[in-house]
């Protein structure tokens, strides 16, 4: 295995995997995807010319079900980095019990510099090249960095035309028009927000003292950040890829939202200071939530950090060595497949809707999140406490346990 990211996810199994003394056969079959599949993506572009994209679609287990992750367009995809995502899918689904297993997708490319007509063709193109591989009952993908609502419509109808009948349940995070799922938007960021609190609960800390830094306001932080000021924690810090505002005093979270969809950008924001990427993950405060890109949480940042927990929003944000740091300052870290698993779970809700052609409320899903999102963290918690290990290590081992055991019942075919 190369690549950091691949590198890291392979690190943090092995460690997990020898606590647990799994199979040694199991531990190198778990360690690599079940399948693979890297595809030239051809567009014809608004200028006449033809440009050619890189795509990838990895599916890391199917033990315990289909596979389930989603697709990111954006610069930086390789097949190192959707591979390690897959991996962290696998863990993310069996840890909250659901009946899936990991994959991930995307296609190398800016989208922010493609027109509307780019952006579908290579979205319709893409799903033309993967649709022998994905499927309501094989592999079922969903939007991530760069992608929306929008493009898993266009996924369902290229999927659709190719199989010759509406198939809604072929993608979760469409539009509910056309299948999707109320909360679903909000899913992740609520899913982030519900493990703070019951966080907060543990350690015995009030939500209405609790201080807030969120690096990444997109849909997860924002989401996160706005329920967790609703409830009234003071959030004092907010950042995009454009740069970050600091106000000890706290922001106005709802005003943010407002002039972010006004197409306003943060660091225009007037009553408080910018800040850095660097900066916000520095401060002092009682909730650090890094929702943004992964690898943001380093060895050489690390002892920086001064927050007293941290919520994962993104995925792999803090690295391996990164996390033996903050182990070691007595960092409280919630990690990626807990904290911001909310988003699958609804994606999960979405697909048994689809299924079955019925349709639930908003206040349904969201009471079903909760007690999902809140039963996993009581798991997680005290199982940790059970074998003495920090948070991560419970997940990731309650995760590869399912996994193994779904193995292990299954058998090796042929």
């Avoid at 290590?393 to 075919?413: F, K, N, P, S």
Wanted: glycine letters at 10%; charged letters at 25%.
């Amino acid at each position: 295995m190369s690549g950091g990211m691949l590198e890291d996810a392979a690190k943090q199994f092995d460690q997990v995997a020898e606590r647990l003394k799994l199979d040694p056969g199991l531990q190198k079959r778990l360690r690599h995807p079940h399948r693979a599949l890297v595809v030239s993506v051809p567009v014809a572009m608004d200028d006449g010319r033809t440009e050619i994209f890189e795509g990838f679609r990895v599916q890391h287990d199917n033990a315990l079900g289909p596979t389930k992750g989603g697709i990111r367009y954006h610069p930086d995809v390789s097949l190192e980095e959707v591979t390690a995502l897959a991996m962290l899918m696998t863990w993310k689904c069996a840890l909250m019990g659901l009946p899936y297993g990991g994959a991930k997708g995307g296609v190398r490319c800016e989208p922010r510099t493609l027109s509307r007509r780019e952006l579908e063709r290579l979205t319709r193109r893409y799903t033309a090249e993967i649709f022998l591989i994905i499927g309501p009952e094989h592999d079922i993908p969903a939007p991530d960095m760069g992608t929306d609502e929008q493009v898993m419509a266009w996924m369902m109808d290229t999927y659709s035309m190719q199989r010759g009948m509406t198939s809604p349940g072929v993608v979760t995070g469409k539009p509910i028009l056309l299948g999707g799922s109320r909360g679903r938007r909000e899913a992740t960021g609520r899913g982030v927000y519900t493990i703070v609190l019951e966080t907060a609960k543990k350690i015995g800390f009030d939500p209405k003292r609790m201080t807030v830094a969120v690096q990444g306001f997109g849909n997860v932080g924002s989401v996160a950040a706005q329920l967790l000021a609703e409830n009234g924690c003071r959030v004092i810090a907010v950042s995009d890829s454009k740069g970050g505002i600091y106000n000890p005093k706290g922001l106005d979270v709802p005003r943010l939202l407002r002039e972010r969809l006004a197409g306003g950008i943060l660091p225009d924001y007037g009553d408080a200071d910018r800040i850095s990427q660097a900066e916000l993950l520095a401060l002092e405060c009682d909730v650090l939530i890094p929702a943004a890109l992964g690898g943001q949480i380093t060895a050489a940042n690390a002892p920086t950090v001064r927050a007293r927990i941290i919520a994962e929003g993104a995925n792999g944000p803090t690295t391996p060595e990164a996390d033996q740091i903050l182990r070691e300052q007595k960092v409280l870290v919630l990690p990626d497949i807990l904290a911001n698993a909310g988003g699958v779970t609804v994606s999960y809700f979405e697909w048994v809707q689809d299924l079955q052609f019925y349709f639930w409320t908003e206040q349904e899903i969201n009471t079903r999140l909760t007690e999902i999102m809140t039963a996993a963290f009581t798991r997680v918690w005290g199982y940790a406490q059970a074998e003495g290990v920090d948070l991560r290590t419970a997940a990731l081992m309650l995760a590869a346990q399912r996994v193994a055991e779904a193995h292990r019942l299954r058998g090796l075919y042929p």
